[in-house]
């Protein structure tokens, strides 16, 4: 695997692979593709790329004072078990933006991965980090 490049840079960012990324998930199967690409329009964007090869994403939506939640967070399937989630996840609580912000998200499943950022449970699947 060549090196994975984390970046929050809108302007590259592929929406429609986006769209077809998180079509495949069980959490945004459903959702319409307007609502996909207006969500990212009023986000902060992480897109994960392999060379030029989007691979993954993750978003996040905050108000840069209090809170910050973290969203849409997917790795293509040819991509997982290989830290990808991992560095999203690294990129987005060490940037400067959401220091000493409250973060929130909600996950069925992947709680062990957010407990290595400092999240911790709050209910059965909603988790916060404190800093």
Known sequence: MNEIIISDDKSKFPV???IELL??????AERPP??????????????AYE?????GMARVVTDFATTFYIADVI???????KGIGKKLISAIV????????LG?????????????????KD?????????
């Open 16 to 18: 429609d692979e986006a």
């Open 75 to 81: 790795v293509d399937e040819k991509y997982r078990g």
């Open 104 to 120: 929130i998200l909600v996950t069925r499943d992947a709680h062990g991965l957010y407990e290595q950022f400092g999240f911790v």
């Open 51 to 55: 060379k030029d090869k989007f691979v």
């Open 34 to 47: 307007e609502i996909i690409k207006k969500s990212i329009d009023n986000s902060i964007v992480f897109g």
């Open 94 to 101: 060490s940037d400067n933006r959401f220091s000493n912000l």
């Open 123 to 131: 209910s059965e699947r909603a988790m916060t980090r404190r800093i």
């Open 23 to 28: 079509h495949k998930s069980y959490w945004a």
